[in-house]
């Protein structure tokens, strides 16, 4: 998922994202870049402290994963004894295959629980009628994704959008895309658009 892993970051952590606000209330957060302590040495998706100083643990998955909530929690203490404080965790999961993984850890005397997204379930209008490039090449995630006609109109939002953000905005939606095995379809409709053409050219 490296690709995938890249682009989604870099469309969370831009500023004004209207998918981090849906995830955490918070239009922008001070990001951490952070190494988890020992176990397996993981390396957190995105950390991020909000003005009160608490802290936002937001992770991207794309495959559903039996152990996944066992991670979480590793990556719930770890955090902890790295800033000492214990960070609210949010899942956000993009894959295709239906979400089935569980958003909790429970054993005798312990009970962890994570919030899990669903990226199908965040609004793709609300999403493609953003003025942030990185919210309208997420819809293509969303139930709207799915609808005639979806790539069309994300493009027509990304040739709309600054000349200076456009070249990011496609190359992002390619990448996006390929998560819904949408990416030949996106670039189709991309050769369409004489504005758009010229910049894959």
């Excluded at 003025?131 to 799915?146: C, E, F, K």
Aim: proline share 4%.
């Amino acid at each position: 998922m490296h690709e995938y892993d890249v682009a989604l970051k870099n469309i969370l952590t831009r500023p004004g994202s209207s998918v981090l606000v849906q995830l955490t209330g918070a239009s922008s957060l001070k990001w951490i870049n952070v190494e988890v302590p020992k176990v397996s040495n993981r390396r957190v998706d995105l950390l991020g402290e909000l003005p009160d100083r608490s802290l936002v643990h937001i992770e991207l998955q794309s495959r559903n994963e039996k152990d996944f909530p066992l991670r979480m929690a590793e990556y719930l203490f770890g955090i902890g004894r790295r800033y000492g404080r214990l960070p609210r965790q949010v899942v956000l999961y993009v894959g295709q295959a239906p979400l089935r993984m569980k958003d909790r850890v429970e054993g005798p005397d312990v009970s962890l629980r994570f919030h899990l997204v669903d990226i199908r379930d965040l609004d793709g209008e609300e999403l493609l009628a953003s003025s942030n490039a990185g919210d309208n090449v997420l819809a293509i995630l969303t139930r709207l994704g799915g609808q005639p006609q979806a790539v069309r109109r994300i493009l027509t939002r990304i040739a709309a959008g600054r000349s200076g953000n456009r070249d990011g905005a496609l190359a992002e939606l390619f990448i996006i895309a390929g998560l819904r095995k949408m990416e030949g379809e996106a670039r189709r409709e991309a050769k369409n658009m004489p504005i758009l053409n010229d910049i894959m050219d």
